[in-house]
């Protein structure tokens, strides 16, 4: 059942329009105030940043997205090789189908071709209402020598799954026993529809490291969750969802509000180094990107290469052209909201 269902997300990930029909990421609304004389050169502009006591070349994350099948093993190979030779951090998709059946471990392990980077364990959050605890927590990340794990929260994408698991009471207090137990940092993500200012709040007292906002504008689940779909009523359900969701860009200013102390990753939609240097400015501490990763890896390690090559020099240039001549000075950029002249 994983192992076809995961199957199936790759697939219509890779081949059907997934995207949100109108609901967009909301980075369009706001703008770099462009400075026409920085006092710095491109070449001295510094991309480089921390992250869970992890040391980046650019602010930058390969979101999770899969694991549990031989073509999840190769995409997961591909972006761990590019993850290394760039300096970049990387997610692996939920781990749960490798804690039920050890055969599909090695679908997920990646540390021995990629040594350095920043690398995220993953499990749904709901398992812990389904008998998951801390020990099936340490499972997943001593399974690929983790630096950190994410819970990922996905209450609509398991309404609209006929097998979804939907019982979501009283998850928070097992969450922050997960954050106690654990040694190393838990992030708690959206998969797709954003995280708002109360949620954030929660969580944060909750003891969770970091908040990956994922929010609305990229791929929507609900929209691949139309197209596997086996019933006319089932593909009805999901297709109304087709827009529902936060838009990453005010996620981002709603769970900077909630938690304000915590590093927030902004994801969902992310496109190009503008919109990441966008995020930044707007309280990001890094970016997470999954679907223009999944279809570079699904054709080989150098496209995957290709495309961090190419965020980190749009993220480069738009740093140099707002003159930030480093992360910080970029979380402390001046931006536009576009309709307006006032400035955040």
Known sequence: MHQQRKSDHIRINLQEDVDFKHLSTGFERYRL????????????????TTLLGKRLAA???ISSMTGGTPEASAINQRLAEAAQAAGIGMGVGSQRAAIEDPALVDTYRVRHIAPDILLLANLGAIQLNYGYGPDECRRAIEMIEADALILHLNPLQEALQPEGETRFARLLPKIEAVCRALEVPVVVKEVGWGISEEVARRLAGAGVAAIDVAGAGGSSWSQVEMHRATTE???RVAAAFADWGIPTAESLLMTRRGAPGLPIIASGGIRDGIQMAKAIALGAAACGIAG???RAASQSTAAVAELIATLVAQLRIAMFAAGAADIPALQNAPIQRAEGSSIL
Not at 33 to 48: F, G, I
């Open 292 to 294: 223009p990763f999944l």
């Open 59 to 61: 602010p930058l994350l």
């Open 233 to 235: 009523r089932h593909r």
């Open 33 to 48: 105030v462009h400075c026409a004389l920085p006092d710095l050169n491109l070449d001295a502009v510094d991309t480089s």
